[in-house]
């Protein structure tokens, strides 16, 4: 399967953190700005952060992607889920036809779309869709292994699906994109998520599993007994991201692995969207720590575990909205709020500029 | 002064609550998106809030425009404030040259601005200023009297003050913008504003006063004894927003007013931004309680007392930024969510359009 032209430790081995430099160099400029100081809170932090991630001092976020990775579940054996399995594909036939939340959103803030098959069960080509470059097929298999019963997949296949995920997303950075956001589609993946919160963050289960699409009462316990059995007959090694995703995770989840993996490597932001988004981000983290400093939270999603990995990863989510949908939704939305941040540094004249008078001593 | 088409009484009395059976409607088509149950969350209420304010189903919110209403304050005579008030002036004149915070965010989410000189103490043809269509001239009177000693400013200039508002806002709304924001401009404003939060609130003036622009303790101090010695010495009638507005006021808050009643008025969605202009929507809300259902709050500003003035409102933070800049930026930058949430409502298929099967029984 695999044919990748780097391998998984030659990438890590070629990130670095953000430019300390460029940043401190930033916040000075940031003091000099005619306004009160630090005024607009959040947005300066963001706009310094994109100085030390694009080693620029006029960081510009203009040509935008979303790459919406698609896979199945066998853990939906379970009944894990509320929505039948067909819906990966019928929607990702949605989004090629742009009437989904994510196409909504990304029309709105200018974003591309890209969707990947990373392992759907569904064939492409039975509802009538053909690869271009808003569509890829890279179906790793049809759908996962139940993970209740043993592992979702193989480590040559968790690896696979990381390196696709890094090459598309360096295609577009090679392309000119600036700003990356991850999303994802497939019916049940709130279940291998949480089992890799559990497994990352040392959560209970009890915390960390939520309802996802809906599911009820008796599904919600469902769930959590599937992903505790999951852990218990997989063992996966909490400081071994590959065999996290391998054990209890997800072709779709290794995909903005990558995807993550990239942005570091090309030195440019990448915006996470909600709870499957952040689970490959801890991923990404087990694999290469400095990885997240590339990270942008787009929102605080509603399912109950998010806010716990996303403070396993130190990171603040840009927009508190009461979302749940996926997608990339979330991260699609905080991509103009990023925007906004280079803006307001880039743009706002300093008191010296405007001729406006300084504090009082 | 006065030379308005419209008294206040006539406008109060034709402002009417959103409707609520087309809010029902939308509510209605919300639950057929392809969507789990309301996944989008705050997006679908403010979304259906906007078919309610503009009684229809296919809200459109592309032309925004920002009134930002600019005015001095005698109150810092008291050493109220960390800059010096020819600040006021200056900012003004970056405004009308485009390189403030408020021109970087509108010029990022589409918005016009447009600034009023409500009141200020510097005359704008010494500073160069010349009125056209994005700079109008009402100027009150050059500041208003420091509240400490007596009230602001007469019952009449309150009066027209909030006309004024009414009349430039109705003008924008009759040139076709579609989404209001209101900003402020004036040094020393945090602290007629938190005598307005105290006064309506009935919170205390500890809870409701913070450091505005960042004065230090002795000034926070000065600030606060201010504020108590301006509701002991003027006493204010809680349930009379004139009263309130001409007392402890401010010339910006009184056209901030206006710019709120006239959304109302019209059937149209206001964005209120940080500390000033809620105190200025407490103002429309005593005068004009169903007007406050016009409104958005665009973010929750770093003022303490912020949080206390929404809730007395009932009204829930797009943002949450850590903002205190006021010029109307956080309103601008939420802009950009209320146009998203109008575009998820029209532009999401439905299960029956895109083909999607629905949630399991």
Redo the contacts between chains.
Sequence with gaps: VNNHTLNLEEIVENIQPPDQKIMKQAREHTSRL????R?????HEMGERLCGITRSLNPVMDAKAVVVMAGDHGIVEEGVS???Q??TG??V??FL?G???I???C??VGARVIVVDMGMKADPQSLGLLTNDTFYAHKIAPGTANFAKGPAMNREQAKDAILYGFERASALFQEGVCLLGTGDMGIGNTTPSAAIGVVITNASVDEMTGR???VNDAGLQRKKTAIQKGIDINQPDPCDGLDILSKVGGFEIGGIVGCILAAAFHKKPVVIDGFISTAGALIAHALCPAASQYLFAGHCS?EPGHKTMLKYLGLEP????????GEG?GGA?AM??I??SA??FR???TFD????????S
């Design positions: 005619a306004i009160p100081p005024a607009l809170g959040m947005l509320a929505f039948p067909e819906v019928e929607m036939k949605n036809a009437g989904a939340g196409n909504c959103l029309r709105h996802g699409t809906g509603e840009i927009l508190n909205l009461g979302l749940r949908l939704t939305l103009n709020i925007d906004a803006k307001v743009e706002i004249l500029q405007a001729g406006v008078s300084e504090k009082k």
